[in-house]
């Protein structure tokens, strides 16, 4: 199955090795291209496969010679032209680029003085101290090479969980139709929503294990088997692997609960289990109480539990653990105290209070993306298109007269609506925290997101203080993606998520969990440690278009990931508690 994220990423590496090369204009192109394919609501591959060119031109940025190769890329499985590239620059473009401060240029460059090819290269060359002798580089860039090549071999191995879960969600629905196949379910760190997955594990229950495997490694999606026995299999579809594990009915709950992780849990949770005399494992858990040998067998003692997961728990006098607490972080406590929280829902959401529109750098109007807003039927609806300032590019930021301007194009939009429409902005958080706008445009607004969108490198203790100098601002009622990450891209700021945390609680200011996907900023450790000093959150999109608005489903589960009910969650508020919270 080709995704839209995989003919992205071919054009990502064509518009990488172009710049590399030294060729103009071109890579913007295909990277314009790579960014629409990545957000088409449907699968472009299919709709090619079966003839359709039309979905084609409707794809902003996709002319005619990008469509021929998208053509040729879903017909024969590759693009001579990008082969050619690759034959040229035969350069790791993806994983050398994840370095932070190693552009496509600077690795083209390498390549030709130095003959880097791949981050070992890269590494060799660093720590030969050959870098700081090429001509435009010098010891400074060699030494930040050294330092993030950790974070570049780690990061690359993981996908999304943004495009990793609809995969899943397309394996368990396969599977769900199975005959053989009694219950399944998602596993592993998709099932607890980590930000990136390694691999995407199932896990079905039936008494013909070995019909369903067969009928897994056989699903039309399936790009290649790695491997496949009696009791599980390991396919590639597309970019991503997908681990099966067959079990019977009767070990589907312990199975599901191991297999669910995280190790850190699942390793607390067997010391717990231990100190109260049972054994827990992927078959069941026993009581060994009369046991002597533990060890002698998997399958020992009186099996108490296994056929649910719930029923795992009781076994051990716990509430069942929702999968995104599972980190060893208090969780185990809190529910042997029956102190779980009730964790934010998607359906308590009821608005998003950052989105962009064409005023800055959305794809559409105010009155399209309130539409979308009412649609999904929310109570209120906030446009914070972004204040021109530092790390957003000239032209694209509004000017304070130009804010004022949309500020009444947002009134007259929102006088139609069946929502309340909140006339907001992005602004941006200088390197010492601050923000530049007048009072006039302060007063004029109703939400003032403010975000940082440059000096990402600074050190923790000089983060801290901007973002905590930046929630002390009166006029500031959300900080907008507070490290600034890209995940697999960038790390963004370091800082201390407890200091802001009771920063943030003593001046209202509520700080942001951005659901885009490649975001997911703030995360699961962070909120907690935020909403344990008291502070609240907003989980918005951040939306540059009506079908982004989808996003919230990731930041929801962030959110969960940090202990977050609905009452921490500002935009579960009613309108007039929300009010008096941003007046
Ligand atoms: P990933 O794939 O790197 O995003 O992370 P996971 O958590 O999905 O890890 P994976 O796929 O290696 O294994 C799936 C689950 O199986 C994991 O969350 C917990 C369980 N598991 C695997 N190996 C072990 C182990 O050695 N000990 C324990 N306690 N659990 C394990
Ligand atoms: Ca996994
Ligand atoms: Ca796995
Ligand atoms: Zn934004």
């Excluded at 050398?96 to 981050?119: D, F, S, W």
């Excluded at 070995?210 to 399936?222: I, L």
């Excluded at 301007?405 to 941006?428: F, M, P, Y």
């Excluded at 997911?520 to 344990?532: F, N, T, Y």
Aim: aromatic share 6%; net charge negative; charged share 30%.
């Amino acid at each position: 199955m080709t995704t839209n994220a995989e003919i992205a990423a071919r054009f990502e590496e064509f518009a990488d090795l172009l710049e590399a090369d030294d060729v103009e204009y071109k890579p913007r192109a295909y990277r314009r291209a790579a960014e629409n394919v990545r957000a088409h609501p449907s699968p472009i591959a299919d709709r090619v496969a079966a003839g359709d060119r039309e979905v084609l031109e409707n794809i902003d940025g996709v002319g005619d010679a990008i469509s021929a190769k998208i053509v040729e890329y879903v017909e024969t499985g590759g693009i001579e032209e990008l082969a050619e590239l690759r034959a040229e620059l035969p350069i790791d473009i993806a994983d050398i680029t994840r370095i932070e401060g190693v552009g496509p240029k600077t690795a083209g460059k390498l390549y030709r003085e130095l003959g880097v090819e791949t981050l070992d290269d890269l590494e060799d060359a660093a720590e030969a101290g050959e870098i700081q002798d090429v001509k435009g580089f010098g010891p400074k860039t060699e030494a930040n090479i050294l330092e993030n090549l950790e974070f570049a071999r780690t990061v690359g191995q993981r996908q999304l969980l943004g495009e990793a879960r609809p995969l899943a969600d397309d394996v368990l629905a396969y599977l769900e139709g199975l005959e053989a196949v009694e219950r399944c379910e998602v596993a592993g760190s998709i099932r607890r929503w980590r930000e990136t997955i390694g691999d995407v594990d199932v896990l079905a229950a039936t008494e013909d294990g070995e019909a369903v495997v067969e009928q897994f490694v056989s699903w039309e999606s399936v790009d290649d088997e790695i491997e496949s026995g009696p009791e599980k299999a390991s396919v590639r579809v597309g970019e991503s692997r997908v681990d099966l594990r067959v079990v019977v009915p009767a070990e589907f709950g312990s199975a599901l609960q191991y297999f669910t992780g995280s190790k850190d849990h699942n390793v607390a949770l067997r010391n717990y289990a231990i100190d109260r005399g049972m054994k827990l494992n992927e078959y069941g858990a026993f009581d060994v109480s009369g046991v002597e040998d533990h060890e002698a067998d998997q399958r020992i003692g009186d099996r108490i539990a296994g056929e649910t997961e719930a029923g795992m728990y009781e076994a051990l006098g716990l509430d069942w653990i929702p999968p995104e607490l599972r980190t060893d972080r208090g969780e185990i406590d809190a529910a042997a105290a029956g102190e779980l929280p009730t964790l934010l829902e998607r359906d308590d959401i009821r608005g998003d209070l950052h989105t962009h529109t064409e005023w800055s750098d959305g794809n559409t109007s105010i009155e399209a993306m309130v539409e979308a807003a009412a649609d999904r039927g929310y109570d209120y609806f906030g446009i914070a298109d972004h204040a021109e300032g530092p790390g957003v590019v000239g032209g694209m930021g509004l000017a304070d007269d130009e804010i004022l301007e949309q500020v009444a194009e947002i009134r007259a939009v929102g006088d139609d609506a069946d929502i309340e429409v909140l006339a907001g902005i992005e602004a941006n958080v200088d390197a010492a925290g601050e923000i530049d706008l007048s009072e006039d445009v302060i007063d004029a607004l109703d939400v003032i997101v403010a975000s940082t969108h440059s000096a990402l490198s600074q050190d923790a203790e000089t983060a801290t203080e901007r973002l905590v100098r930046a929630v002390e601002n009166p006029a500031i009622d959300v900080l907008g993606h507070p490290s600034g990450r890209l995940l697999n891209e960038r790390s963004g700021l370091e800082f201390d998520a407890t200091a802001l945390g009771a920063a943030a609680a003593d001046h209202d200011t509520a700080l942001e969990v951005n659901s885009n996907p490649r975001r997911l900023d703030l995360w699961g450790s962070a909120v907690q440690a935020a909403i344990d000093e008291g502070a609240v959150i907003a989980v918005n999109t951040d939306s540059h278009r009506p079908a982004t608005l989808e996003y919230m489903r990731w930041g929801v589960h962030t959110a969960r990931r940090g202990w977050a009910e609905p009452a921490d969650v500002i935009n579960t508020w009613g309108l007039a508690a929300l009010r008096e919270f941003l007046h």
